[in-house]
């Protein structure tokens, strides 16, 4: 069980929009449309930003919207804000006998 | 407003075996609603899926800490909790407890613990 490929970093200006990939196989991200995006600001504990690949919950703003091509899944923030500067983490799950798997994480700077 | 809260120790010794507790408030773990899990994050690392469990009992483990995981829940206390075995300082981390829900509602984990951080030292 391999974690998902996040990028490291991303960056963007307040007003413009990034782009953070999540790489994963056919077993996980590519499976299924269990996707979720978790974004987790410095000494706190994750907070659920997107599931179910493109689905956001009740209180997240419209400016996050997630999407997947085959085994590789995306986040987009559009008109970036200074507090989404945040690691930003995707998952997946990954089938019944290995459960659920997490990406490496991302660390969106906001310039 | 749903509440999970860690404990345990923060420090144990190598080769020993780690027991955290998850007391869950403003809700209850037999509802049939939801899973409950843990989740770690080695300091400066990403986040990691230990294992989750449903009121019944049936337990999910991540395979690869398979043999030394052990999850449990105590429904008349509102609790639930994790035992890591043969500890070495790999197992150091912020183990978070938090909520999962169902495939049907999106497998998702939608409320989370602060974390405790747990050291493994000598």
């Known amino acids: 069980q391999s974690a998902l490929t996040q990028p490291p970093s991303a960056s963007g200006s307040p007003g413009q929009s990034v782009t953070i990939s999540c790489t994963g196989t056919?077993?996980?991200?590519?499976?299924?449309?269990?996707v979720s995006w978790y974004q987790q600001h410095p000494g706190k504990a994750p907070k659920l930003m997107i599931y179910?690949?493109?689905k956001r919950p009740s209180g997240v703003p419209d400016r996050f919207s997630g999407s997947k091509s085959g085994n590789t899944a995306s986040l987009t923030v559009s008109g970036l804000q200074a507090e989404d500067e945040a690691v930003y983490y995707c998952?997946?799950?990954?089938?019944?006998?290995?459960?659920?798997?997490f990406g490496g994480g991302t660390k969106l700077t906001v310039l | 407003q749903l509440q999970l809260q860690e404990s345990g120790p923060g420090l144990v010794k190598p080769s020993e075996t780690l027991s955290l507790t998850c007391t869950v408030s403003?809700?209850?773990?037999?509802?049939?609603?939801?899973?409950w899990g843990w989740i770690r994050q080695p300091p400066g690392k990403g986040l990691e899926w230990i294992g989750s469990?449903?009121?019944?009992?049936?337990?999910y483990y991540n395979p690869s800490l398979k043999s030394r995981v052990t999850l449990s829940v105590d429904t008349s206390k509102n609790q639930f909790s994790v035992r890591l075995s043969s500890l070495t300082a790999a197992d150091t981390a912020v183990y978070y407890c938090?909520?999962?829900?169902?495939?049907?509602?999106?497998?998702?984990?939608?409320?989370w613990g602060q974390g405790i951080l747990v050291t493994v030292s000598s």
């Open positions: 469990i449903y009121y019944t009992g049936s337990t």
């Open positions: 998952s997946s799950y990954a089938g019944s006998n290995n459960g659920e798997v």
């Open positions: 403003g809700g209850s773990v037999t509802n049939n609603n939801f899973y």
């Open positions: 938090a909520r999962r829900l169902p495939r049907r509602d999106g497998y998702n984990w939608d409320y």
């Open positions: 056919s077993g996980d991200v590519g499976g299924y449309n269990y």
């Open positions: 179910e690949v493109s």
